[in-house]
Nanobody, 126 residues
Framework: QVQLVESGGGLVQPGGSLRLSCAAS????????LGWFRQAPGKEREAFSC????????YYTDSVKGRFAISVDNAENTVYLEMNVLKPEDTAVYYC???????????????????WGQGTQVTVSS
C-alpha cells in the first residue's frame, strides 16, 4: 500500500525549531519528487518546498528559504523537514506529498501529487 505518514508537529514559540518527518511505504522515495505543502486557516494549500528524485535538487519558496531544510534518509525511506527560526505566520497544517510522475521534477501544483500524508499541525505562538 502506497502511503506517507507524517509526524513531528506541535506548538513552538517564535524563533524555535521543529523537525517534521514523512515516512514513505509501498514505494521507493528515490524515484519520486516529494513536496511539502501547508495550509493555514482560511487559506489555500500552498507548496513551499520540494526535493527532486534521488535528492538531487531541493526547492524552497522565499518565505522559508534559509530557515527550512529538507533531507532524505534513503535507508529509512523518510524525508525530513528541519524548520528553524519559526514565525507565527508559519502556523498551518503541514503535508508531504508524492509527485505522481515517476522521476518527475518538482512542481508547485497540488494536482500533480497523488499521495498525501495525513497532515500535522504546526503552531507558532508565545
Amino acid at each position: 500500500q502506497v502511503q506517507l505518514v507524517e509526524s513531528g508537529g506541535g506548538l513552538v514559540q517564535p524563533g524555535g525549531s521543529l523537525r517534521l518527518s514523512c515516512a514513505a511505504s509501498g514505494f521507493v522515495l528515490d524515484y519520486y519528487s516529494l513536496g511539502w505543502f501547508r495550509q493555514a486557516p482560511g487559506k489555500e494549500r500552498e507548496a513551499f518546498s520540494c526535493v527532486s528524485p534521488r535528492g538531487d535538487v531541493t526547492y524552497y519558496t522565499d518565505s522559508v528559504k534559509g530557515r527550512f531544510a529538507i533531507s532524505v534518509d534513503n535507508a529509512e525511506n523518510t524525508v525530513y523537514l528541519e524548520m528553524n527560526v519559526l514565525k507565527p505566520e508559519d502556523t498551518a497544517v503541514y503535508y508531504c506529498a508524492r509527485r505522481s510522475r515517476v522521476l518527475g521534477k518538482c512542481v508547485s501544483s497540488r494536482w500533480e501529487y497523488d499521495t498525501w500524508g495525513q497532515g500535522t499541525q504546526v503552531t507558532v505562538s508565545s
